[in-house]
């Protein structure tokens, strides 16, 4: 399995505009998470679905963030419009189970630079 | 303050050593212990798990939590210049329905 697949890798816009991160979870995984990484904040967990349904979403931060999961393979995080102070690292992660012994799978995250 | 405090460093030591890396909690109820590693430009990984108290071993890595103290650490021994990395700490339980507290995450790093 390659693992979580995020894309792009880095991004760089213009404040305004709309920015999309793509995700593509492992297969057979029923949990699929959204995190922010910054240095003054660390990780953030954003959202959470589980079987493509979103189950907590009480980490996006403002009406300008959402996410989707249209079916198990692929989910979307779009922001807009971005503002400078979205620039961080995002994470995508999946798991197999809510029970922690089996761990977060991460992506290499979606460097994201709004200017 | 925070539910799960870590020292964010940087750690600085010579090839060999033994690493100590800490985490406090405040919350009671968690029960489910992690530890990630993460290296630079890349998403954190899972390290070790414990569940409850006590400590788990694995390779060069012991996990130990102490719920009293409401206290986790995690040692290295031999310490390699590959473990140069940023160690989070990150816990659970079952009414915060699973979902993981991080730490800060410390940054370490080893000198040949």
């Known amino acids: 399995d390659a693992g979580v697949i995020q894309s792009p890798r880095h991004e760089v816009t213009e404040m305004g505009q709309e920015v999309t991160l793509r995700c593509k979870p492992i297969s057979g995984h029923d949990y699929l998470f959204w995190y922010r990484q910054t240095m003054m904040r660390g990780l953030e967990l954003l959202i959470y679905f589980n079987n493509n349904v979103p189950i907590d979403d009480s980490g996006m931060p403002e009406d300008r963030f959402s996410a989707k999961m249209p079916n198990a393979s692929f989910s979307t995080l779009k922001i807009q419009p971005s503002e400078p102070r979205d620039s961080a690292v995002y994470f995508c992660?999946?798991?197999?189970?809510?029970?922690?012994?089996?761990?977060?799978?991460f992506g290499s995250g979606t460097r994201l630079t709004v200017v | 303050q925070k539910e799960v405090e870590q020292d964010p460093g940087p750690l600085s030591v010579p090839e060999g050593a033994i690493v100590s890396l800490n985490c406090t909690y405040s919350n009671s109820a968690f029960q489910y212990f992690m530890w990630y590693r993460q290296y630079s430009r890349k998403g954190p990984e899972l390290l070790m798990y414990?569940?409850s108290s006590g400590n788990k071993e694995d390779g060069r890595f012991t996990a130990q939590v102490d719920k009293s103290s409401k206290y986790i650490s995690l040692f290295i021994r031999d310490s390699q210049p590959s473990d140069s990395a940023t160690y989070l700490c990150?816990?659970?339980?079952?009414?915060?329905?699973?979902?993981?507290?991080w730490g800060a995450g410390t940054k370490l790093i080893i000198k040949p």
């Open positions: 992660a999946s798991s197999l189970s809510a029970e922690q012994s089996y761990g977060y799978t």
């Open positions: 414990t569940y």
């Open positions: 990150a816990m659970s339980s079952m009414d915060s329905n699973y979902q993981l507290i």
